[in-house]
């Protein structure tokens, strides 16, 4: 070999010859034709990622978590394939639960395991609950849940907690989207209605939340039950959640619009603004989620829904926006204050 290349591959090695890159790592160039395969010109070649959300239906009462898919479409001359950093790697999304029954299952392995899981990998017992196929009963999921507050109650020490109470909607609340600076109890059940929380709330007697975060209603007004019944079960939620914790702040999120058709805008525009007059008396705040989950006919925006009814990853995010910062169109009612919040 010329003194030329072998002048070159120590150039190449060092950094300092622009316009070439290595063929071979730096640590090989003592192994046979190593030198003379790090004399070969080469182009720098950019790997395309794209990444795809695929919204998986959810319907009452099994329901189905969103997934996160990642396609690559890298596309590399032949025995030319650069190895990538960690950094630049798409990292393929964890397998989790996608439906009430296998949900139902991981959390009892958890729960078997000491542990609650809220506080655990998404993919966590994949084993227990991959080929889960049989749905819980109503009321084996309310034994589950008062079997978790009771953990909770023994476990919680001097740790904050966060409790999310409510329907399908709150139970699919991602676990990996949770603030890990306290603890988060998930008392949601999926296809629940008002009545149903308001029987319930004696499982949460011996925890000690200071956050106590309520959406439910929606499957009541599908159902066809009258405002006047659901308003009444959400201000006796209200209240007695005020008596059995009355040092806990309560935020009670409005009713979400929804694509289906089976429940107006109107009349979802009703509940909420009944029930925040409600949430004021009983002195616990308001949320309203309308102005930023609601598009111009008032209907629950396309790009954040599955179904028309439950939401997809995206929705979930901008739950999650206004869990940690009020966006400045949402205002909370305090007792008779209101206060408007700006993102952080």
């Known amino acids: 070999m010329s003194h030329f290349c072998l002048l070159a591959a120590s150039l190449v090695a060092r950094g300092q010859a622009p316009g070439w890159n290595l063929a071979v790592p730096v640590n090989s160039l003592n192994q046979p034709n190593a030198t003379a395969a790090a004399c070969q010109p080469r182009k720098s070649v950019t790997p395309k990622v794209s990444v795809t959300l695929v919204d998986q239906p959810r319907p009452e009462p099994s329901t189905t978590h969103p997934a996160i898919a990642i396609r690559s479409t890298t596309s590399l001359p032949p025995l030319r394939q650069p190895t990538l950093p960690r950094s630049v790697l798409p990292r393929p999304a964890l397998p989790r639960p996608t439906s009430g029954s296998q949900l139902y299952q991981q959390r009892w392995a958890a729960l078997r395991a000491g542990k609650l899981y809220t506080r655990i990998p998404v993919n966590s017992f994949y084993t227990a609950w991959i080929n889960a196929t049989q749905q819980p009963t109503y009321e084996q999921w309310i034994d589950l849940l008062a079997r ?82 659901v308003l009444h079960n959400l201000q006796q939620i209200i209240r007695r959640l005020r008596q059995s914790h009355p040092q806990a702040q309560i935020i009670t999120y409005s009713v979400l619009p929804t694509r289906s058709g089976i429940v107006s805008s109107d009349r979802v525009q009703r509940i909420n603004l009944a029930l925040a007059n409600i949430t004021r008396q009983e002195r616990a705040n308001f949320i309203d989620l309308q102005p930023i989950f609601a598009d111009a006919q008032g209907q629950l925006r396309r790009e954040l829904t599955t179904d028309g009814l439950h939401l997809n990853a995206r929705g979930y995010d901008v739950w999650q926006v206004a869990m940690r910062s009020q966006s400045p169109t949402i205002v909370i009612n305090h007792g008779s204050t209101e206060q408007s919040f700006v993102p952080q």
């Not at 603030?179 to 949601?188: A, E, P, T, V």
């Not at 008002?194 to 209603?217: E, F, H, K, W, Y």
């Open 148 to 229: 978790e507050a009771q953990v909770m109650a023994r476990s919680q020490g001097s740790n904050r907690l966060t409790v999310l109470l409510g329907d399908s909607i709150s139970q699919w609340f991602p676990t990996d989207r949770l603030s890990n600076d306290r603890f988060w109890l998930n008392q949601s059940i999926s296809g629940d209605t008002t009545a149903g929380v308001l029987r319930r709330l004696s499982a949460l007697n011996q925890t000690n939340p200071d956050t106590i975060c309520l959406m439910v209603g929606i499957n009541d007004l599908r159902r066809g039950t009258a405002d006047t019944t």
